[in-house]
């Protein structure tokens, strides 16, 4: 099993920065990691994912070009910098696990955090 905390969640202004960390506990030995965020009255939707050895990652339209994953295997931690931060990327993030290919599809992944909210003033 994994389990998995999310922590850097937080108030910040528009166009500011934020980094979110998500530390796993268990094995995660070739797995896919991504994050997924919801809004309220809206569905979760994917927001970054990155494969086990970093050689691929995947970017929503949304935050392409504002937000960077990576993770690293020693620490067994993925991490979400977010900047440029928009009143849109009000959401509670979520970190996820998938022992599978890189995929943007909430069903697709195995575990889940708790989430961490984020909030973006105007």
């Known amino acids: 099993q994994v389990q998995l905390v999310e922590s850097g969640g937080g108030l910040v202004q528009a166009g500011g920065s934020l980094r979110l960390s998500c530390a796993a506990s268990?094995?995660?030995?070739?797995?896919?990691m991504a994050w997924f965020r919801q809004a309220p009255g809206k569905e979760r939707e994917f927001v970054a994912g990155?494969?086990?050895?970093?050689?691929?990652?995947r970017i929503a339209d949304s935050v392409k070009g504002r937000f960077t994953i990576s993770r690293s295997n020693a620490e067994n931690t993925v991490y979400l910098q977010m900047s440029s931060l928009k009143p849109e990327d009000t959401a509670d993030y979520y970190c996820?696990?998938?022992?599978?290919?890189?995929?943007?599809?909430?069903?697709?992944?195995?575990?889940w955090g708790q989430g961490t909210q984020v909030t973006v003033s105007s």
């Open positions: 996820a696990v998938r022992f599978g290919v890189l995929s943007g599809s909430t069903y697709e992944y195995d575990y």
């Open positions: 268990g094995r995660t030995f070739g797995s896919a």
């Open positions: 990155i494969t086990w050895n970093g050689g691929s990652t």
